[in-house]
T-cell receptor, first 113, second 118 residues
Framework: EPEVTQTPSHQVTQMGQEVILRCVPI?????FYWYRQILGQKVEFLVS????????KSEIFDDQFSVERPDGSNFTLKIRSTKLEDSAMYFC???????????FGQGTRLTVV | AQKITQTQPGMFVQEKEAVTLDCTYD???????LFWYKQPSSGEMIFLIY??????QNATEGRYSLNFQKARKSANLVISASQLGDSAMYFC???????????????FGTGTLLAVQP
């Protein structure tokens, strides 16, 4: 069964460093999302991406964040200068054009030290 | 204002019994969707069940059913015949707007941690 794949599963980075979280959505999906979940808290929407551009972003998604779909398969989230409060689980999700649920990847646990 | 409210931070249930996890929502959009996801301790988000605002019947998927009460704005998840493997965090989520829209982001509740006891 097709699935959304995220790498790495766990990343530890120094405060102030740049990180890139990678996602391979399901191949025929057209809508892509990043969510994050701070430990013990609810899942929060960061950004949605469709037709090679951001369609919506949340207040969390400030200038430190960016997304790219550099080729036909990858979807990346970049955090330019990480802060301690960026420590969280980051989920990528994708959705076909006309369906109901979004399919989530297994998440990347980011730890900023 | 909270759009999705899950008032039960934790629940216990005996194996083989049924359990109901509560979820209420708030929206002024006539078209919306309600979802339940399961998050085991390993961290992944597993889709369980979906209910559209215009669906006439309550959704069912195997041992999962959604008790949709539109007038009360509630979408409770019922798990029948609980199994030990059902122990996990359960999130209720809502999508506003008809599906196929450019965003259709999900708004999540705070979750309910379910523990199934042998």
């Amino acid at each position: 069964e097709p699935e959304v794949t995220q790498t790495p599963s766990h990343q530890v980075t120094q405060m102030g460093q740049e990180v890139i979280l990678r996602c391979v959505p399901i191949s025929n999906h057209l809508y892509f999302y990043w969510y994050r979940q701070i430990l013990g808290q609810k899942v929060e929407f960061l950004v949605s991406f469709y037709n090679n551009e951001i369609s919506e972003k949340s207040e969390i998604f400030d200038d430190q964040f960016s997304v790219e779909r550099p080729d036909g398969s990858n979807f990346t989230l970049k955090i330019r200068s990480t802060k301690l409060e960026d420590s969280a689980m980051y989920f990528c999700a994708s959705r076909p054009q006309a369906t109901t649920e979004a399919f989530f990847g297994q998440g990347t646990r980011l730890t900023v030290v | 204002a909270q759009k999705i409210t899950q008032t039960q931070p934790g629940m216990f249930v005996q194996e083989k019994e049924a359990v109901t996890l509560d979820c209420t929502y708030d929206t002024s959009d006539p078209s919306y969707g309600l979802f339940w996801y399961k998050q085991p301790s390993s961290g992944e988000m597993i889709f369980l069940i979906y209910q559209g605002s215009y669906d006439q019947q309550n959704a069912t998927e195997g041992r999962y059913s959604l008790n949709f009460q539109k007038a009360r704005k509630s979408a409770n998840l019922v798990i029948s015949a609980s199994q030990l493997g059902d122990s996990a965090m359960y999130f209720c989520a809502m999508r506003e707007g008809g599906y196929g829209g450019a965003t259709n982001k999900l708004i999540f509740g705070t979750g309910t941690l379910l523990a199934v006891q042998p």
